[in-house]
Structures are given as structure tokens and as C-alpha cells.
């Protein structure tokens, strides 16, 4: 299995990333997959998650209006439009790829190398 995170940057206050993520290996369809992030000193959290099938998306609170996930099940790649980033959207992204559906449960604990992401003020 393989996971490529890619996309990030250093950016200032109100600008826009987009983030991409290639996987390998994963072909359970019944696996929702997503994004988390870890800013420095803090837990890793979920941001994003969407369906591979019916089911949608979901955002957690602080990024809804914002970011936008997405996914090409064909070329297995998830994206994360980020728009109006602030400081507080700053840190290490991954994606994850077996998300239990309607959770942030993974059902391994690989993860690949994430990409970071810096917004300035």
C-alpha cells in the first residue's frame, strides 16, 4: 500500500491550496477516505471525509464553507480544495483511505508522509 500526500505550501492569511493525495493498494469500495491534519503540539483530527459511493461528504465545523473534498475513484486520488486558509489551518495533512463509513476510524494505521501547510498572517 501507498499513500502520496502532495500539494501543500506556504501561503498568506485568505489564500487557497490544493491539496492532492495518491493511493495504492487500497480497493475496499465500502471505505470511505479523507483528511487530517496536526498542527504542531496537537492531536491529529479529521477534516474531511467523503464517500466512495452515495453517502457525501463531511466537514468538521471549522472548515465548512472553505474546503472542499473530493475524489477520482478512477486514478484512486483524493483532492482538499482549501480556500480562505487561516493561521489556524497550519500543519501536517494526510489523507486516509479506510475511514469506516461516518467516522474517522481508519482500519490500519499506515500513514504516508503528509504535506504541510503553512498560512501566514
Known amino acids: 500500500v501507498e499513500l502520496v500526500e502532495s500539494g501543500g505550501g506556504s501561503v498568506q492569511a485568505g489564500g487557497s491550496l490544493r491539496l492532492s493525495c495518491a493511493s495504492s493498494g487500497y480497493t475496499d469500495s465500502t471505505y470511505s477516505w479523507g483528511w487530517f491534519r496536526q498542527a504542531p503540539g496537537k492531536h491529529r483530527e479529521g477534516v474531511a471525509r467523503i464517500s466512495r459511493g452515495p453517502g457525501g461528504s463531511y466537514y468538521v465545523d471549522s472548515v465548512k464553507g472553505r474546503f472542499t473534498i473530493s475524489q477520482d475513484n478512477a486514478k484512486s486520488t483524493l483532492y482538499l480544495q482549501m480556500n480562505s486558509l487561516k493561521p489556524e489551518d497550519s500543519g501536517m495533512y494526510y489523507c486516509?483511505?479506510?475511514?469506516?463509513?461516518?467516522?474517522?476510524?481508519?482500519?490500519?494505521?499506515?500513514w504516508g508522509q503528509g504535506t504541510e501547510v503553512t498560512v501566514s498572517s
Open positions: 486516509a483511505p479506510d475511514l469506516l463509513p461516518r467516522t474517522w476510524i481508519r482500519a490500519s494505521d499506515y
